[in-house]
């Protein structure tokens, strides 16, 4: 041993130093979404550094081109599609950015649909089928030398059509980040949290587990620190952990396991969604080469077969809603004021989950939800090897399934607001033996890098012997899927299981739009095999949950029978907004989606107050529909109320009675021989008056009145506010089927970002500065330059009172959590 000493000293010495002694790079994260140039169509050179892109469109990201396009039938996407047109794209952005020897340099795209190739300097980087996957590439050794100009060139190819069941959009639509590191750094989302796998969260204490994954790009062994500290929202120290002396090997095979505790925990709740940081230093020679921040919750949640889900202890239903990833008007292009307002509005209704259905998404949406208080189920995919379009993912599924899950659980599991993973949503192959295998590995992969949520997959077959993803045995929940006639047999079938009721509903409606009488439901389509010949001429659905395809429900019963089965753990309503294409029930020129609570652009639907009133404690009383109808007809009137006992209804002062919900309807009618004038509706607790709600017959079209939902905004060239227009009569009230074109004049360092009425069949492109109303309202979305400054809005239309609106854009709005709503006054000019 002795004479081995001096080696072993000369061996640690070794180790023990890096490449170069001088102060690490440490880590930068540069936003990159500016500077770009676009061309729609192919260029088979384009990828080349000398290529001549001066002709090309500058932009800036995240960009959406199928939204700039126009409507047309014969697009290839179809109208399932939303009827925008589709094709190759391409990217190139010039930049200089040096890497030291001690240096890495990584490209990191959030999304790009789809089909994504990359190249730097010439030199391909990588390709990335799947359209909804967040990837990273390194630059670092084709980077030119002495700061000469690189170019990266991205071909987007979306021409393979159909590839969506929906709206997909086109283009680099997420964000971008140069990111550098030190050549010794945290992987790529190279950390784990995780509060729930080690020991249990008490009051008193919290063991944080953190897996760190460590790459070296040195061609040896290093000896290093790995420090980790928890900060809590206030930014103050609460724990800390040193590993001493681990020996980092090249390569990133180093994986590092912390255990750290939190003394008195605050815990993450929906009411409450507290969030904590862990700041991961990796310090080699007393020198910081890396420091890396996660943010995570602490919380504790389970799924139980008799009494659904509970989080931190206490029982919660899962009150949630489907939202595909498009932003109306905005497209795919990701905007993070358009996600929380999204967000917002579903949280005003009482909804406190989100799917993801059926992609993984932007993970600023993940960011919202962590910090507003939403629960998540992240799911994969929309098909495995079986296609449900000819050219969508089944085509890529072997080669690239595992890998694309496996970067969606390494992306996301930081965020407490997920709770379960989903695999997939009506896989084709529930009906078939491959069914089995496939269940097996895939959440195989997920347990392998997260065994703290559970695995579940959304399917529709509920007899088990049917079922052969259900069959895998492997599902931690099981997931349905509408059928909800079928609940009350599921514990039976599938004995010990959790469950949750991953789609319900499914019902049209246009708002403001009513078809009578409300107690006849429209099945549209009936069946499976027959056409849809019935219909509305004008491509509406009624308002008064009264219309549903075959395979799906109006709202009241299903959500009555989720409510009414405590061994479900909760719901998500199919769907929370409109979204672009799977215009069900009609055909062109209807391009988007009928099943929303919120139409495209952002209007509440009547549906909205049914479950406002069901899934809030806040008192609520909605009166439909409006009150502009023939004389003579007979008028179905009804309202959701909650913290009430009953409901009065007066026309024209006279009493028209009062009602109460019974057990199986969750609103109140009455039968009205209409008349013009009032309506008013008065809900009361114990005799007492809790809400007043008045509609007026309204007049002929007389002014424009104007309401931003926030008017001081961040000058950043992102923010939005989103300005509602209504066209009222000489009283004031709104004018039910106004259709006026119109015209919006912006002045001030600010554009129109998109315009919408939330007419499922308006094939008015949503980039323009005009719009027509749609049953008297239409929508102005104005987006913030990075020039501070005052924004003027004018909307005016042919005979109308036009009006104006004036927002401020600075260096800091009031947080944009917080609503700072503006209306216009009329200004007569
Ligand atoms: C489901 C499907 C959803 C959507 C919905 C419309 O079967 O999972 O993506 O298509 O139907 O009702």
């Given at each position: 041993m002795r004479q081995l000493l001096p080696f072993l000293l000369l061996l640690l010495l070794s180790l023990a130093r890096p490449a170069a002694a001088a102060q690490p790079p440490g880590r930068g994260v540069e936003n990159f979404n500016k500077g770009w140039k676009f061309y729609l169509g192919d260029e088979a050179q384009a990828k080349e550094a000398g290529f001549n892109d001066a002709g090309w469109r500058p932009l800036t990201l995240p960009h959406d081109w199928s939204i700039e396009g126009r409507f047309d039938e014969k697009n290839p996407a179809k109208p399932e599609g939303g009827g925008l047109p589709t094709g190759i794209g391409w990217y190139r952005k010039t930049f200089t950015a040096k890497a030291t020897k001690n240096q890495r340099v990584y490209i990191e795209f959030d999304g790009v649909y789809q089909q994504s190739e990359v190249w730097l300097n010439g030199q391909l980087l990588g390709r990335r089928p799947n359209g909804y996957i967040s990837f990273r590439y390194e630059l670092t050794r084709h980077l030119r030398p002495n700061g000469q100009p690189n170019v990266l060139a991205v071909r987007v190819d979306n021409s393979a059509q159909p590839n969506s069941r929906w709206y997909s959009g086109s283009g680099i639509y997420r964000n971008v980040r140069l990111v550098t590191t030190s050549a010794i750094a945290v992987d790529h989302w190279g950390t784990f949290v995780s509060t729930m796998r080690l020991a249990p969260v008490t009051k008193e204490l919290s063991p944080i587990g953190i897996d760190i994954q460590v790459s070296n790009a040195f061609d040896r062994s290093i000896l290093g620190n790995i420090e980790t500290v928890i900060l809590d929202a206030q930014g103050r120290k609460v724990a800390r952990d040193l590993k001493r002396e681990v020996s980092l090997s090249s390569g990133n095979a180093n994986s590092f396991g912390q255990l750290l505790y939190v003394k008195q925990p605050q815990l993450w709740s929906v009411q409450r969604p507290y969030l904590y940081r862990a700041q991961t230093r990796i310090i080699v020679g007393g020198k910081v080469w890396d420091e890396y921040e996660t943010t995570f919750g602490i919380r504790t949640f389970a799924f139980d077969a008799q009494t659904g889900f509970s989080l931190n202890g206490q029982p919660l239903k899962i009150l949630g809603v489907n939202q595909h990833h498009d932003l109306g008007a905005l497209g795919a292009a990701f905007n993070l004021r358009a996600a929380e307002r999204q967000l917002q509005l579903l949280q005003q209704m009482g909804c406190n989950a989100i799917r993801m259905s059926h992609n993984p998404p932007a993970p600023e949406l993940l960011d919202l939800c962590d910090r507003m208080g939403f629960l998540v189920m992240d799911e994969a995919f929309d098909m495995w090897q079986k296609k449900k379009n000819g050219k969508d993912y089944h085509q890529d599924f072997k080669a690239w399934h595992r890998r694309d899950l496996q970067d969606m659980v390494r992306r996301d599991r930081n965020h407490p607001s997920i709770i379960v993973w989903s695999i997939g949503n009506e896989i084709r192959e529930q009906f078939d033996s491959t069914g089995v295998r496939l269940t097996k590995e895939l959440v195989a992969t997920v347990k392998q890098l997260d065994s703290t949520r559970p695995v579940t997959s959304a399917l529709t077959e509920q007899e088990p012997e049917k079922n052969f993803i259900s069959q895998a045995g492997v599902l931690d929940i099981l997931s349905f899927n509408y059928k909800h006639e079928g609940y009350p047999k599921l514990p039976q079938s599938f004995p010990g299981k959790p469950f949750l009721a991953t789609e319900i509903a499914a019902a049209f409606e246009t708002r403001g739009h009513y078809d009578l009488p409300s107690d006849s439901v429209r099945v549209w389509p009936l069946d499976g095999k027959t056409k849809l010949t019935t219909g509305n001429a004008d491509f509406t659905a009624s308002s008064y949950d009264n219309a549903r395809p075959y395979w799906g429900s109006t709202h009241e019963p299903a959500w009555l029978a989720v409510k009414r089965s405590p061994f479900i753990a909760g719901t998500f309503v199919w769907s929370g907004f409109d979204y672009l294409g799977e215009p069900l029930p009609y055909p062109w020129p209807a391009r988007s989606?009928?099943?929303?609570?919120?139409?495209?652009?952002?209007?509440?639907?009547?549906?909205?107050?049914?479950?406002?009133?069901?899934?809030?404690?806040?008192?609520?009383?909605?009166?439909?529909?409006?009150?502009?109808?023939?004389?003579?007809?007979?008028?179905?009137?009804?309202?959701?109320?909650?913290?009430?006992?009953?409901?009065?209804?007066?026309?024209?002062?006279?009493?028209?009675?009062?009602?109460?919900?019974?057990?199986?309807?969750?609103?109140?009618?009455?039968?009205?021989?209409?008349?013009?004038?009032?309506?008013?509706?008065?809900?009361?607790?114990?005799?007492?008056?809790?809400?007043?709600?008045?509609?007026?017959?309204?007049?002929?079209?007389?002014?424009?009145?104007?309401?931003?939902?926030?008017?001081?905004?961040?000058?950043?060239?992102?923010?939005?506010?989103?300005?509602?227009?209504?066209?009222?009569?000489?009283?004031?009230?709104?004018?039910?089927?106004?259709?006026?074109?119109?015209?919006?004049?912006?002045?001030?360092?600010?554009?129109?970002?998109?315009?919408?009425?939330?007419?499922?069949?308006?094939?008015?492109?949503?980039?323009?500065?005009?719009?027509?109303?749609?049953?008297?309202?239409?929508?102005?979305?104005?987006q913030t330059s990075e020039q501070a400054g005052t924004i003027t809005l004018k909307a005016s239309a042919d005979g109308l009172q036009p009006a104006t609106i004036t927002l401020k854009s600075g260096a800091s709005s009031s947080a944009s959590t917080k609503n700072n709503p503006a209306t216009s006054v009329a200004t007569g000019n």
């Open positions: 989606s009928y099943f929303g609570l919120i139409d495209l652009a952002g209007f509440p639907k009547d549906a909205y107050y049914l479950y406002q009133s069901e899934w809030t404690d806040k008192p609520v009383l909605h009166l439909l529909p409006h009150w502009n109808w023939r004389a003579g007809q007979t008028v179905d009137v009804w309202a959701y109320y909650s913290q009430a006992d009953e409901v009065e209804l007066l026309l024209n002062g006279k009493s028209l009675g009062t009602k109460k919900k019974s057990a199986d309807q969750l609103h109140v009618m009455w039968r009205v021989p209409y008349a013009p004038g009032t309506l008013q509706a008065v809900s009361r607790k114990a005799g007492k008056t809790v809400l007043t709600r008045t509609i007026k017959t309204a007049g002929a079209p007389a002014r424009i009145e104007l309401t931003a939902d926030r008017s001081a905004l961040r000058a950043d060239g992102l923010d939005l506010s989103f300005v509602t227009v209504r066209v009222l009569d000489a009283q004031g009230n709104l004018v039910p089927d106004a259709a006026n074109q119109v015209k919006f004049d912006l002045s001030g360092p600010a554009s129109i970002a998109g315009v919408d009425n939330g007419y499922q069949a308006s094939l008015e492109p949503f980039k323009a500065t005009e719009r027509k109303a749609y049953n008297g309202q239409c929508l102005a979305i104005v």
